[in-house]
């Protein structure tokens, strides 16, 4: 597996949210369980030593042709994969949790009145679109599902692009990824948002076919934060509304699905709904979705302007040579 360029982008993302958490967490009132730092720097440790050691036994192993040496390169390729995409996405993804905490605990007022009047004024109505769903046969279930299965498929997907040596998916994933994760969250600090449930107050008759933590379960760790206590970070509760990362997920994630055959046209459909059951499961408005869209769409195609850019500098340079 060569060295490709879109590497950068989740190493730069990493190294700027470190550096932003390195300064930031001192000076917030949020303080790290020292169970996650060190169960991350274990897991990144190891996922680094793994893509290390496969990658030498792939080297040794090169010119073995026989069954045995052609098999070890066949596994340790596929561990090669998975790991350095495992290295790339644990110091993006842990980075941008603290951060979403610290953003919450800045005490930045609230805009859900904005992002409310903005859905009326493109004709939405939240809690009319809350109680249709949820009095509309099969359609909680059916939106639920859809929604918690980002849960599985942040996990079948890149086993999916691991297992076809679709490398150059799988990196962009990571890239992709690292980038959107790193806007939401920035995003999120300067237009914070406890989202509608928090907002409108939903009777629970109105969502009472959902789970009972539909779109709420943020809710205890989002005022703790803004109360300026001390917190003490031990799980991620999902703190972001405005943009839905949910949303931006959705469209990356069938993306990256884009050239498997069999599975693109059920990763669409599934993604489709998930955004669909963002709003009323999920607790987001009409535009944390619509911006979550835009944001997904503006990231791949910076990605694959970067990629092309890169590329056609490389031949260039080639040609040169």
């Known amino acids: 597996m060569k060295p490709d360029r879109l590497i950068v982008i989740p190493l730069v993302v990493a190294g700027l949210n470190l550096a ?8 917030s009132t949020v303080t790290l369980d020292p169970a996650i730092v060190r169960s991350f720097g274990l897991l990144e440790a190891f996922v680094l030593a793994l893509y290390l050691f496969s990658r030498f036994i792939v080297y040794r192993a090169r010119d073995d042709q026989s069954r045995l040496g052609r098999a070890f390169v066949v596994v340790f390729n596929v561990a090669m994969r998975a790991a350095l995409y495992l290295a790339l996405m ?3 993804a842990v980075p941008a949790v603290v951060l979403s905490y610290l953003a919450a605990a800045a005490g930045v007022p609230l805009v859900d009145a904005d992002l409310s009047a903005i859905d009326a004024a493109l004709g939405f109505d939240w809690l009319g679109f809350l109680a249709l769903t949820n009095e509309a046969a099969f359609a909680p279930s059916v939106l639920q599902f859809a929604y918690q299965s980002l849960n599985w498929q942040l996990a079948v997907v890149p086993i999916i692009l691991i297992a076809t040596s679709q490398t150059r998916c799988l990196l962009e ?3 992709l990824i690292g980038l959107t994760v790193t806007l939401t969250v920035a995003i999120s600090a300067v237009v914070p948002v406890i989202g509608p449930y928090g907002y409108y107050h939903p009777a629970s008759a109105l969502f009472d076919a959902y789970s009972n933590v539909a779109g709420s379960s943020h809710l205890a760790d989002f005022d703790a934060l803004r109360s300026g206590e001390p917190f003490l970070l031990k799980r991620n509760a999902g703190l972001v509304s405005f943009p839905s990362f949910h949303t931006i997920l959705a469209v990356l994630l ?11 046209g059920p990763a669409i459909v599934l993604n489709s709904l998930l955004i669909v059951g963002a709003v009323p499961f999920g607790g987001h408005y009409l535009i944390d979705t619509l911006a979550g869209g835009a944001i997904a769409a503006l990231s791949i195609y910076f990605v694959c302007f970067f990629r092309v850019g890169t590329a056609r500098q490389a031949g260039l340079r080639s040609r040169a040579a």
């Open 20 to 27: 932003v958490l390195a300064v930031w967490l001192p000076r």
């Open 90 to 92: 644990v110091p993006v």
């Open 173 to 175: 994933l990571a890239a």
């Open 254 to 264: 069938a993306f990256a699905m884009r050239a498997t055959p069999y599975v693109r």
